[in-house]
Every structure is written in structure tokens, then in C-alpha cells.
């Protein structure tokens, strides 16, 4: 069971947060969010923490200088993005031969060979869930994202700031592993524990966190991440 944390915004806060190590740390690259990351860099972090963007329909040039200037492992698609544009994008990263695959879909996005293309890219794709949920979706996804997150549906692409029933998970009906996300905080520590003891549970890979550990949007408080990492992930490892 993985932690990503998302939503940083500022250099030290950057620092701090990745100082309780966790798997994942998320940047918001959407000008709507009050999380909206428009700094010139990211402060540099240990690198067994994957750096990644988080996108809401964005243009496939922007998503791909975005890889290229902040050096991100995973991508996080929080918009309409369809199964196309995600293969569009695995194929612009995909190796063969340490060259850029030839073919219709990286050639044009390949900006004066310019692409990072020195390892692979993680591409997650997020979908919205309140009380129910048409997995039925997922299928034309499966083959070309590495991992689903499951969020809270709200006004907002994201950060709303409230938990969806997790029970819907019960249905889930393929065996690629998923982020769980959407309004989780340390007020739901217990109903995670029992989450985590049930069956649905087996492919979730990574708890997604942002907005109930903020003082501010953006500023994450390190002492509720610390007792929610050792509270949550850090017993789930030494459990299983």
C-alpha cells in the first residue's frame, strides 16, 4: 500500500513532504486549482519518490513539456481524456531500441526529439465515483494506463474535500491496481483499517491524499501526514 501525496505548491512545504518519504508526490497543473503549480521548478526530492502531474484536459504538447522541464514519472489525467489521447501518450515514452518509436502518434510530439525517453512513464487515469459507478468505462482504458485512481465526484475536478462510498469498489471487476483517493483524512483512519481488510482492497496500490491535510490549499501540515503514514501505511506493510 503506496502514499501520494498531492497538491504541493511550495518549495520548502515540497521538501518537508518528502522528507516522510512517501511513493508518489502530486503537482496540479490546471490554472482553475487553487493548487495550480506555476513555479519554475521543482526542488529536487529523493528519487524513489515519482514526481507527478496532474493534467485536466490538457493539450498533449503541454502534458509532454511539462515530462520534459519538471523530469515527471507518472502522469495523472483528471479531465475527459480519452483511451486515445493515453495511448498517444504511452506510445511518445514507450522505448524500443533506446530510440522514439516510429509511428503516427509519437512522430508529431516528438518536438526536435526533445522527449525524455529514458524510461518508462506511469499513466493514471482518474474517474469520478458518488454512490455509483459503470465500470463498464474502464475496458477501453486497460491497455493503455498503468494504473486507475478513483476520486470522489464533486463541483471540482479534484480536492473537494470529501470521501465517495467505497463499497461501490466491491464490483470492481478487473485486476489492474488503482489509487484510492477523494477526501481522505485522519477522521477516516478507521473506516481505511477496514477498507484494507476487505477483499476490494486487493488491487488498491496507493492512498491518495491532499486536501484534509492542508493549513492552506497547497500547504500540507507535515505532523497529520506523519501520524497518517504511521497510522495507515506503515502498519499495512508490517501487517501483510
Known amino acids: 500500500m503506496g502514499l501520494k501525496v498531492c497538491?504541493?505548491?511550495y518549495q520548502d512545504n515540497i521538501k518537508q513532504v518528502a522528507a516522510l518519504q512517501p511513493d508518489y508526490l502530486g503537482f496540479i497543473f490546471y490554472e482553475k486549482s487553487a493548487r495550480n503549480f506555476d513555479l519554475e521548478y521543482i526542488p529536487e526530492i529523493p528519487k524513489s519518490i515519482k514526481?507527478?502531474?496532474v493534467f485536466v484536459d490538457e493539450d498533449l504538447e503541454v502534458v509532454i513539456e511539462k515530462i520534459r522541464l519538471h523530469d515527471l514519472q507518472?502522469?495523472?489525467l483528471h479531465g475527459e481524456e480519452s483511451p486515445e489521447y493515453c495511448l498517444r501518450l504511452k506510445r511518445h515514452y514507450e522505448e524500443v531500441n533506446d530510440d522514439v518509436i516510429s509511428s503516427i502518434e509519437t512522430d508529431y510530439f516528438d518536438f526536435e526529439r526533445k522527449s525524455r525517453n529514458d524510461g518508462k512513464l506511469e499513466i493514471i487515469k482518474v474517474f469520478s465515483i458518488k454512490d455509483a459507478f459503470n465500470f463498464e468505462t474502464l475496458k477501453p482504458y486497460e491497455a493503455v494506463?498503468?494504473?486507475?485512481?478513483?476520486?470522489?465526484?464533486?463541483?471540482l475536478p479534484g480536492g473537494?474535500?470529501?470521501t465517495f462510498d467505497w463499497n461501490v469498489l466491491s464490483n470492481y471487476p478487473s485486476t489492474k491496481p488503482f489509487f484510492l483517493s477523494g477526501g481522505i483524512?485522519?477522521?477516516?483512519?478507521?473506516?481505511?483499517?477496514?477498507?484494507i481488510h476487505n477483499p476490494v482492497s486487493k488491487c488498491c496500490y496507493a492512498i491518495d491524499v491532499n486536501s484534509k491535510f492542508e493549513t492552506e490549499p497547497g500547504l500540507k501540515n507535515i505532523e497529520l501526514l506523519r501520524k497518517f503514514k504511521e497510522n495507515v501505511?506503515?502498519?499495512r506493510k508490517t501487517t501483510t
Open 7 to 9: 497538491g504541493m505548491k
Open 51 to 53: 514526481k507527478t502531474g
Open 160 to 162: 473537494n474535500g470529501y
Open 145 to 155: 494506463c498503468d494504473y486507475f485512481l478513483f476520486d470522489t465526484k464533486g463541483k
Open 74 to 76: 507518472a502522469v495523472q
Open 233 to 235: 501505511i506503515t502498519r
Open 185 to 195: 483524512g485522519l477522521e477516516e483512519v478507521d473506516k481505511l483499517k477496514e477498507f
